[in-house]
């Protein structure tokens, strides 16, 4: 584990907006997801929103949700291989009812909330920086529910980097790595992973261990 910063100062406020399911302020995205409507028509092809209770004491951010993924499924991490690993360790450290996660199923999150930076399937799965900031305010509004002594986990750089500047701060002053720790405002700590995505995961990238000794930290982190 990285060491650990004590950054609690915001260096500025953005304002938050409230998830809205028929969003259209991403251009190239709306034309991309329209075209995805077209190929794929049993696909849930919309901004997809968080899942879980928000305000729950660990909330997760991905990237974006992906093709066959959350872009077909409307659920974060669900329908791809990027869930896998995620799920599985979700559930192996009790924040979850179940080990997968399927479409119409039952599973419960535990005090636990999963979500994507940015919330429509963008091409090749790169958002443009302007999207990335243009989505910016629906995250400063699900990161404004993690309450005090709560875990924010980022899964790669992307994410991360838009968590910090969701909280005001500075990338170049809030670096990310595997595992990387940083106190953040309202007594709460951004915790960043490799993403758990197939590619991260095949070549070794990230290894299960790897993962559960985040999961372990955020562990400690709660109680
Ligand atoms: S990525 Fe976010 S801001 Fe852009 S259209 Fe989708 S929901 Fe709206």
Redesign the pocket.
Same mark, same amino acid.
């Given at each position: 584990m990285s060491a650990k910063h004590l950054i609690d100062r915001p260096r500025k406020k953005l304002s938050p907006r409230f998830y809205r399911p028929d969003?259209?302020? =991403?251009p190239r995205?709306?034309e991309f997801l329209d075209s995805a409507r077209t190929r794929h028509p049993d696909y849930a092809c919309r901004?997809v929103p968080s899942f879980g209770g928000l305000g729950a004491s660990l909330l997760i951010v991905g990237l974006a949700p992906g093709l066959h993924g959350a872009n077909a499924t409307g659920r974060p991490f669900t329908g791809d291989h990027a869930g896998i690993l995620l799920y599985q360790t979700l559930h192996k450290f009790g924040f979850s009812s179940a080990p997968d996660s399927h479409p119409g199923d039952d599973l419960v999150l535990k005090n636990c909330a999963v979500t994507n930076a940015?919330? =429509?399937l963008p091409p090749e799965n790169k958002p443009i920086a302007s999207?990335v900031n243009? =989505?910016r305010p629906?995250l400063v509004e699900e990161l404004g529910t993690v309450p005090e002594g709560g875990v924010i986990l980022a899964l790669g750089k992307l994410a991360h980097d838009s968590v910090v500047r969701a909280l005001g701060m500075r990338v170049s002053e809030v670096t990310f790595g595997h595992a990387s720790e940083y106190r953040v405002s309202g007594g709460r700590t951004l915790l960043s992973s490799y993403h758990c995505s197939r590619y991260n995961t095949q070549t070794g990238r990230l290894t299960g261990e790897m993962f559960e000794s985040v999961f372990s930290r955020v562990r400690e982190l709660l109680g």
């Open positions: 969003c259209k302020a =991403c995205l709306v901004p940015v919330k =429509c999207e243009t =989505c629906f």
